[in-house]
Every structure is written in C-alpha cells, then in structure tokens.
C-alpha cells in the first residue's frame, strides 16, 4: 500500500502543496519511469526524491559527489523524521549503516559516487530492496557539463544491474547539450527530462566594464542595503576588497578556502545571522547556504560560465522581494580565461570555449539579459523584461568597425608587441620620447583617431580582445587573434554597446 503523496507532503514535510514542477517528477518516479529533472537551485529538488523514499518500499539511494553536502541534507532529512544514513569514508559506524539497510530501516541512504564501482557495495545493494536510485548533480557525469567528474561515468553499471529500480537524476544547471549527454550517460529516454522554468523575476540584472571596481563596487553598497555577497576571482583579491569596502561603513566578511575552517564557519554564521553584512568570497562561498534574504550579489569579475552566473546569482532574493546582480567584466578576464582553456585537457577544450563564447555574448548584449540567460537554459522568453539595465536604460549601439579597423593596423603596424596604452598613444598621434625612438610618428595609423573617435578606444580594445581578435602576450603586449583577419577586411563587424552615460545621483551619493 503506498500512501497518497499529498498526504506525506504534508504531514512528513509539512508543505501545503508542490512548487513548480516537483509533482511532475515525483509522479513519475512513483510510476518507476526514469527521469532527469532539471531545477534551479532553490526550486526544491530534494523533496523529488525523499518523499517517493518515503511513499515506496525500499530505501533510495542517493549519490551526491560532495560529503559536506551529503551531511547537511542527512540533518534535513532525519529532521523531519525520515530514515537516513550517510555511507562514506568519513563515517564511523559503517557496518551498523549496512546492517540497518539490509533489514529495511532505512529510506534514505546517501553514497559517494567512487563506492558505485564496488563489487561489494553492489552485492550490498541486492540484498535488500531498492526504491530508487537518486543521482544529484548529475551534471557531473558529463564531459560537456562545467564540472565533470569521472567517479560519475562508473554509475552506469550499476544503474544497469538494477535495471528495474527507477533513476532520478537531478541537476541545476545544465544546457541543452548536456543535458542531452546526461540521459545517454544514465541510460535515461529522452521523454524522461523534465525542466522546470528558470526565470527569476524579482532579480534586476546589471552587467557593467569594470573601471575602477572599489568604487563601482562601494556604489552598488550605498545604493542597496541589506546583506550581500560580492564574488571575487582569488583570494588575494577576496582580501583586499574586504579590506577596502570595509572603509565604507557596512560590516564585511571575507571567505575563500585559505581561511582556516573555523573563521570561515565564523564569518558564514555571521552573515546568515546578518541583516546588513556583505560577504566578500571566492564561489566557495554559498553552496548550501540557506539565507532567503540576500538583497544583491556582486561579481568583480566574470565568472566561469552562465550556469556559474545564474547558480551565483540566484543566491540573491530567495524570499522572493527585489534582488539585484551586478556584474563587473574586464576584457582581460576573458583574455586570462582564454588562456586557462589550453591548460585543460584538450577533449575538454571545445566545451571550455563554448562556455566562454555564450558568457561573452550575454556580457556584450545590448538586448536583454534575461533573454539570453533564460534562451541558453532551453526556454522561449519574450524579448524584453523589463527589470534588467539593458531594458530600463537602453544602451547605445554604435558600429565601431572602422576605428577597430584602425585600432587592428596599429597594433600590426607597431609590430604586435606594445600594450594597449601605447597603441592608443599612436592612434591619437600622442608623442613621446618612445614613439620617436620607434620611429612610430611616420606610421600611416599615427593620430588617425581624433576628435570624438578617441572615447572609442577603450571599449573597441574591451571587444577585440574579448572576442580573441586580440591577445596579450605575457609581457602585456598586443598580438593578433584568430577573429582579426575578418574584422580588418571588413566582414566582421564590431558593434559596440556603449552604457548610457552614468548620472550622478542624488540617493545614496552622500549617504554616510
Ligand atoms: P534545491 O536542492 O533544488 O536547491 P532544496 O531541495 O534545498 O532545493 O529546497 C529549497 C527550499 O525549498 C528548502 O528550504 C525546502 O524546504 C523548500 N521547499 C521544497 N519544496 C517545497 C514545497 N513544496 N513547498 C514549500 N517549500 C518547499
Ligand atoms: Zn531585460
């Protein structure tokens, strides 16, 4: 007999209805049909699958690729008085663990996805009955996902020694590439996806080239209150910001992995016990984290891909009141994340560029972010929304082909080797004791640029090296990237989105 899941909703997790898609998935997986469900984080994934542990006979076993995780849902789940156990190398009782399994005490039984390669942890598992089998983040099983890992691939041949217990795999952030990848990799028919709609509708978009990031970053601060969090790309950078925004009045944190544990636990529970506190953290920070009320999330540089955006940002405005997400981007942040791309192993190498190609387009997009954002997760969202910068302050779009024509000849002309200052330099025919000992004031691009053209410099340097037609060498100078031929013969071209020009405002400019 198994109990209506409405009733266990509601007396085991005391919810009052399903959200979103949640009913869709558990109705299947009581059905025993294979399933990939994507949700955003936040949408309620874990009850997907505890309550078919609870309602069906058997326990389900769950595969989770992070331990700290795996002990923060066991508290949840044993919370609210399901039967649950962690199995792993961190835990003593073990044997007690596998003895309850195998006399039907548990509903619940989380797993490493390493032990899954184990003769006899698969022995184990056919000695007693089996509900599900629950695979989170299963993102991971994926080459083409942002964080493969290979323990993931060896699921599959004991998915297959089970073939008759239903799998359910559960991720966050997957596009339609690698979602298509996991349901092959877990054996999973492609009716059996189910995605749940991305959008965050209280959360304003903002993305912005960054000049001077303190101050942009101290600006956002004076402007938005309540507890937040801003991204930074290292620790080094996590610390000084820290330092630096501390100056401006709000208490601020610091977290990155550098930290010994217990300042870092310190500071987390400073922060979700905050109401006005900004957490300056490397995206080590926020996993896991419960706190609805996060007013804005700051990034001081790209992050690694728009899963990683949307899955940082989505920390912002959980409770559903008005949030905010800006994020700073420096051309260089895309010229150092091109280069990291050679560093990982080349089968990889494709899907690396891919991901940076899209995070490039949604930063230089004069339309709206959320259309880009919710596009890439597979959805059909109207053109405009209406709560990001691009559609409240709709940009300038100018062509700016010929002047990065122009910008291209220099930089070839001077030889490929001088760094962005000194090629401005030469286009606004600027002299110095450099360019004379260079010889560079007979050059035909010297001071072709003049007059307003030259306010298009810096953003016309931004698009070509984010778009690989320029790269720096390591000594900072400028060399040519595949994308430049094209733009310089004309069949490439650069429009630029030029941010309206910022007015100073009243609010917040002298707010102590
Ligand atoms: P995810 O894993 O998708 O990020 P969680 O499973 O951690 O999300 O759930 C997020 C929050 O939503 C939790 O606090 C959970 O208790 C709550 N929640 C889940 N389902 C429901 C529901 N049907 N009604 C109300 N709250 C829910
Ligand atoms: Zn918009």
Known sequence: MTADPIDILRTTFGFSGFRGVQQQVVDRVLAGQHTLAVMPTGAGKSLTYQLPAVAMPGTCIVISPLIALMHDQLRAAEAVGIRAATLTSVDDNRAGTIARFRNGELDLLYVAPERASSGYFRDMLGQARLALFAIDEAHCVSEWGHDFRPDYRLLRPL?????????????????????????????????????????????????????NVTRQLQ???????????????????????????????????????????QVRAQNQADFVASEDMVMVATVAFGMGIDKPDVRFVAHAGIPKSIEGYYQETGR????????VAHLFWGADDFARARQRIHEVEPA???????????????VETAGCRRAILLRHFGEHPPERCGNCDNCLTPPKAVDASVTAQKYLSAVFRTGQMFGTGYVESVLVGKSSERSLTNGHENLSVWGI?????????????????????????????????????????GEAEVALVLPPKRQRRGRGANKA
């Open 316 to 323: 912002a405005g959980r409770d559903g009141d008005p949030a």
């Open 449 to 489: 640029v003049e007059g307003e053209e030259e306010a298009l410099l810096k953003p016309v340097s931004r698009a070509l090296l984010l778009r690989d037609a320029l790269r720096t060498n390591p000594h900072g100078g400028l060399e040519f990237g595949p994308a430049a031929r094209a733009i310089l013969k």
């Open 348 to 362: 990889r190498q494709s899907g690396e560029r891919a991901r940076l190609t899209a995070l490039g387009a949604l």
């Open 219 to 261: 600006a956002l601060l004076d402007e938005q209150p309540g507890p937040g969090i801003v991204y930074a790309p290292t620790r080094n950078a996590v610390e000084r910001l820290a330092e630096k925004l501390g100056d401006g009045g709000r208490p601020v944190r610091a977290y990155h992995a550098g930290l010994p544990p």
């Open 159 to 211: 998915l297959d020694s089970f073939p008759n217990v239903p799998r359910l795999a559960l991720t966050a952030t997957a596009d339609a590439h690698t979602r298509a990848d996991i349901l092959e990799q877990l054996g999973i028919a492609p009716d059996g996806l189910i995605v749940a709609g991305f959008d965050r509708p209280n959360i304003r978009y903002a993305i912005s080239p960054r000049d």
